[in-house]
């Protein structure tokens, strides 16, 4: 088994924060956004922290490994790619679907632009399990993959939080990377209990933990990742931290940026909470030492050893498990044949669908989901596809000013995302332009020209004329 050593305390890398990060005492490691990160352009501010010894790790976001279809091969190559082009000790993705619909469904493919719940059922976890083997088999590094902040609950869940984790852990070595702001989400939202989900799940499979803030508003808590850190999300790194030390704990932060100095402070409230945590149990960091592989046969637990019995579905399947060695990441990544796989994608994918569908393109709430909450998720996404592509295609709120958000939000409303945000920043200047938008002369010429340079597979000035004049003919045609 690859060992992972001690990443200490860490800080979500951002290219508006880049600079402090570099300057900042005491970091020993950062993370990156793969899908953020261009090989052939690796910025200047991650060079210098190579060069300086500190350990870049990459984060997936767009994997969805927890949705019905096989993990994208070209989506893993690209996590592979930054993987070695890091030295990365590890990669780190969520559990989460972003994507559903297309070929399983009949139905067209959509995208959430967000991470959503996959619901703890036998029938996710048999495709989950089998996605993460299909992931572990195509990475050069070990994965960790990340528990999720949801804002609402799927309907029949046959496990708990802990349970499924629990389960996931045993049935393919892969390590944890435990959200502590996350579980207080889940606290808040759905009434989870973070220490019924720490007391589950396997602590020792812990690759390291995220930390960061949000805010509550109407009785729901946003993980906005834009806030301060708040008490009880220290509280429950602390409750953590009083079990097993872990072996990186990192501060997230993604928007609103401080002053360096208050990421320091949180920084420093951090490893407070940590050293205040272990004085106070006596925790021994496991990350210190070498765990002892567990080999694991087709149809056997990497956690036990025993053979894995079949079981009906049901909430207290798992009783609560006690500490057991991390297992063994080559012994659980051999694929166990399992001939009802193809229908249990089929089944989850459908009931994926359904439910994307209702929160991007207006159709019915599917039954057993809160309606509420189930709106406050369509509103929640409409808002963080209108920031993305602001983020994306910043010209667009340049160009429309103090009405951009409110046209973005009029366009997708029933117009899922398809093909990504930079697709989606592109139809929504198409549909602006057709409608005959902006209505001033000027402003309407330059999206125009906007619309134009990026519409096609090259540059404008590298288009055949005649391609040119069909995309001009394309939006003028009516104005």
């Known amino acids: 088994m690859t060992r992972l050593g001690r990443l200490g305390t860490g800080i979500g890398w951002r290219p508006e924060i880049a600079e402090a990060v570099e300057h900042m005492p005491g970091i020993d490691w950062v993370e990156a956004v793969s899908e953020n990160l261009c090989p052939g352009h690796l910025p200047e501010s991650l060079r210098r922290l190579r ?152 602590v020792e499979a812990i690759a390291y933990v995220h930390v960061a803030g949000g805010f509550e508003r109407d009785g729901v808590w946003h993980d906005s990742h834009a806030h301060p850190v708040p008490r009880p999300v220290l509280g429950i ?131 057993g989901f809160d309606r509420v909450r189930t709106g406050v998720q369509a509103r929640a996404l409409a808002a963080k596809r209108a920031d993305v592509v602001a983020k994306v295609a910043a010209e667009l709120p340049e160009l429309l000013g103090d009405g951009y958000r409110a046209a973005f939000l009029g366009y997708a409303q029933g117009r899922p995302m398809t093909g990504g945000y930079r697709r989606d920043a592109l139809d929504f200047a198409e549909h602006l332009l057709l409608a005959g938008h902006p209505r001033d002369a000027r402003t309407r010429h330059l999206l125009r020209d906007w619309w134009l340079e990026r519409s096609g597979p090259a540059p404008r000035s590298q288009r055949p004329a005649a391609r040119l004049a069909r995309a001009t003919r394309r939006v003028l045609l009516r104005h």
């Open 237 to 367: 790194l602390a409750d953590l931290a009083s079990r097993v030390t872990p072996p990186g704990v990192l501060l997230e932060r993604d928007e609103n940026f401080p002053e360096p100095g208050e990421l320091e402070r949180e920084l420093a409230a951090i490893r407070g909470t940590l050293e205040k945590a272990g004085a106070a149990t006596g925790v021994n960091g496991t990350a210190e030492s070498e765990p002892s592989p567990v080999p694991a046969a087709s149809g056997t637990s990497v956690l036990t050893g025993a053979p894995t019995p079949a079981a009906e579905p049901g909430p207290d399947l798992a009783p609560t498990p006690p500490a057991r060695p991390v297992p063994d990441l080559d012994a659980a990544s051999a694929p166990v044949p399992d001939p009802g796989l193809a229908a249990a994608r089929q089944r989850l994918a459908l009931a994926q669908a359904a439910l994307l569908s209702a929160l991007v393109a207006g159709t019915p709430v599917p039954e």
């Open 51 to 202: 060069e300086r010894g500190v350990t870049v790790v990459p984060h997936g976001v767009s994997l969805g490994l927890g949705g019905a279809d096989r993990p994208d091969e070209s989506r893993l190559a690209a996590l592979a790619e930054r993987a070695e082009l890091l030295g990365a000790p590890l990669v780190t993705e969520h559990i989460a679907y972003v994507r559903a619909g297309g070929a399983l469904t009949a139905s067209p493919s959509l995208e959430a632009g967000h991470l959503l719940p996959v619901p703890r059922t036998r029938d996710a976890l048999d495709v989950l399990c089998e996605n993460v083997r299909i992931a572990q088999a195509a990475l050069p590094v070990p994965l960790a993959v990340e528990n999720i902040a949801a804002l609402l609950c799927w309907p029949g869940e046959e496990m708990t939080e802990g349970q499924f984790l629990y389960d996931l852990v045993d049935r393919t070595g892969v390590r944890l990377l435990i959200d502590v702001a996350n579980l207080h989400t889940n606290h808040v939202n759905r009434g989870e209990d973070p220490a019924r989900a720490l007391d589950e799940l396997p």
